[in-house]
């Protein structure tokens, strides 16, 4: 029983990542890199190969803007 439990949740979490393993041990770096692959391709698992980013990208920023001090 046990092992049909775990290799049912494999599955489901296959299946939420489009067939993709889970990530496991995600640091600062993978963090911001799916951020930025989430607002290029719209999904955290894919990533965009084009030479140029789209028009959208310039002002999608993951920054956020200071108020001024004054």
């Known amino acids: 029983m046990g092992f049909a439990f775990r290799w049912g949740l494999k ?7 489009w067939g ?3 990530r ?11 951020e930025r692959d989430s ?3 719209g999904n955290v698992n894919f990533q ?3 030479v140029r980013a ?5 002002t999608n ?4 803007l200071e108020k ?3």
């Open 20 to 22: 993709k393993p889970k």
């Open 54 to 58: 789209p028009t959208s990208f310039s």
């Open 11 to 17: 599955e489901y979490q296959k299946f939420e990542n």
């Open 68 to 70: 001024p001090l004054w």
């Open 61 to 64: 920023s993951a920054w956020e």
């Open 24 to 34: 496991w041990n995600v640091d600062k770096w993978d963090r911001r890199m799916m």
């Open 48 to 50: 965009a190969a084009n």
């Open 39 to 41: 607002r290029l391709t």
